[in-house]
């Protein structure tokens, strides 16, 4: 889809104005972080913060911190006691995260592990409501089999970036291997019953996935 700058001009002029957190969030990563359009933004954000709000968790598990913008997001709809627990890789990415995350008066309340994930999720002793999946697109699959488990009966799996920019539906250079995980998770989740899915055309593509 060719974008189309009027039109995302009429969306954010019609959607709720940005946390002023957020926007700070943004711009600093946009200035000083390296890959910036990795960032949730605030549309989606919105969208995680509705989700979030609706289903009205008791714990969430994010794969893929990056800055802090989409835990911030998700967090905002926890119940009283809730929790979020968000992972991330890279260790020099903690400093702006728990700025923000502090920031927002969050910090009770989101529980940042670095690491790998999949060594992290199987230590954690939770059932979650919620997973927010947007790690290292290769490890979709293993993401989506360690964590099934650890999430409640009717709960929800969002994954983000599974249209990939339009990869999923081109030829595959066998070398990609983001794209390969991407068609291989997508696969996966359409070929279990023990599931309901949906596929959302937002920014990179989001599959909300229903637990049965």
Known sequence: ??????????????????????????????????????????????????????????????????TGYSAICLAKGLSEDGKLHTIELNDELEWIASKYIEKAGLHNQIVQHIGDACEIIPTLAETFDFVFLDGNKREYSRYYDLVFDQVSPGGYILADNILWDGKVVEKVDPRDEQT?????????????????QVILPLRDGLMLIRKN
């Open 180 to 196: 390969i995980g991407i068609l291989e998770f997508n696969q996966k989740v359409k070929d279990d019953a023990r599931v309901s």
């Open 1 to 66: 889809m060719k974008p189309n700058y009027e039109l995302d001009k009429y969306i954010l002029e019609h959607s709720s104005p940005e946390d002023p957190v957020l926007y700070e969030l943004d711009r600093e990563t946009n200035i000083s972080i390296l890959r910036p359009r990795m960032l949730s933004g605030h549309i989606q954000g919105m969208l995680l913060t509705m989700l979030s709000h609706m289903i009205q968790p008791k714990r969430i598990l994010e794969i893929g911190t990056f």
